[in-house]
């Protein structure tokens, strides 16, 4: 990565954060129900769902995808030589555009009534896509920019603290 490499990162899903989708239904994701689609599936990075503007896969490299306590991390390296990659880095380094929204497939689900409307906890989705858009269904969600080379240093950082832990340091 040269100096000028950014990534755009944040959570495109936050567990059990519930949102209102339409005036049907609340929705939310259950911890762990993207693992075995993280497993297998080759998912894209777009620009608001456009599949014709593709800024990471995860089959290149170049955006990365796993879960934590907190739901589904993204990191997504931004191309500084192409227009999307400019418009990527360009808006969210703004703070323009802060949120993510993924595109999936509902495998397994759970639907309990109670409250204003019903609510669909996710149990198991197949991830398509995530999105960096401005208006995302889920407004907890969260993309900032941040320079490539002080994302590898935490990376590098966070696994030598596990090796230590580990006790293999």
């Known amino acids: 990565m040269t100096g000028e490499s950014k990534v755009v990162a944040g959570h495109a899903v936050l567990w059990n954060a519930v949102t209102t989708i339409g005036r049907d239904f609340r929705e939310r994701f259950a911890p762990g129900s993207l693992t075995n689609s993280l497993r297998k599936a080759d998912v894209r990075a777009l620009l608001d769902h456009d599949?014709?503007?593709?800024?990471?896969?995860?089959?290149?490299?170049?955006?990365?995808?796993?879960?934590?306590?907190?739901?589904?991390l993204v990191e997504i390296d931004a191309d500084l030589t192409t227009p999307d990659g400019q418009t990527l880095a360009g808006t969210v380094g703004r703070r323009d555009v802060t949120g993510?929204?993924?595109?999936?497939?509902?495998?397994?689900?759970?639907?309990?009534?109670?409250g204003p409307l019903p609510l669909r906890t996710i149990l198991e989705a197949e991830l398509i896509e995530v999105s960096v858009v401005s208006f995302p269904a889920y407004p907890q969600t969260n993309?900032?920019?941040?320079?490539?080379?002080?994302?590898?240093?935490?990376?590098?950082?966070?696994?030598?603290?596990?090796q230590r832990l580990r006790g293999l340091a």
């Open 51 to 72: 599949t014709g503007r593709v800024v990471g896969r995860v089959s290149a490299g170049t955006l990365r995808l796993r879960e934590d306590a907190t739901g589904l």
């Open 100 to 114: 993510f929204s993924p595109s999936f497939r509902v495998l397994e689900e759970d639907w309990t009534t109670g």
């Open 143 to 162: 993309a900032s920019l941040r320079d490539a080379i002080s994302a590898h240093q935490r990376l590098i950082a966070k696994m030598e603290r596990d």
